[in-house]
């Protein structure tokens, strides 16, 4: 599952459909943030479910390095992806150029 969003609190009926997830083999693939946050010492959600089926995301750009708007750590977020400038389409049929760890989650 590819969660390309985040906010908000800590929610336990959240986790357990997390959880439903992985116990039916699903792999919850989640954004990091877009706040230059550490993770593993400030939380964000859905990424930071202690969940072992979440797979936090982290936004990279075109050097291959993490993007500065991106949140981070090292145990909460597990991989980087393209995630600045990336080709996509918006509303009315057309592309732009959008950054976040939104574009880099379902890469």
Not at 26 to 45: E, H, K, Q, R, T
Not at 47 to 68: E, G, I, P, R, T
Request: proline share 3%.
């Amino acid at each position: 599952m590819s969660n390309s969003w985040g906010g908000g609190g800590e929610s336990e009926i959240m986790k357990e459909a997390i959880e439903k997830a992985r116990d039916a083999g699903i792999l919850f693939v989640a954004a990091a943030g877009n706040s230059n946050a550490n993770n593993d010492s400030a939380n964000f959600f859905p990424s930071n479910y202690d969940v072992s089926n979440v797979l936090a995301v982290a936004a990279l750009d075109n050097q291959d390095k993490v993007a500065k708007f991106s949140n981070y750590g090292k145990r909460k977020v597990h991989v980087g992806a393209p995630g600045v400038e990336v080709y996509s389409t918006v509303i009315d049929g057309m592309y732009d150029r959008l950054s976040g760890t939104s574009m880099a989650c379902p890469h």
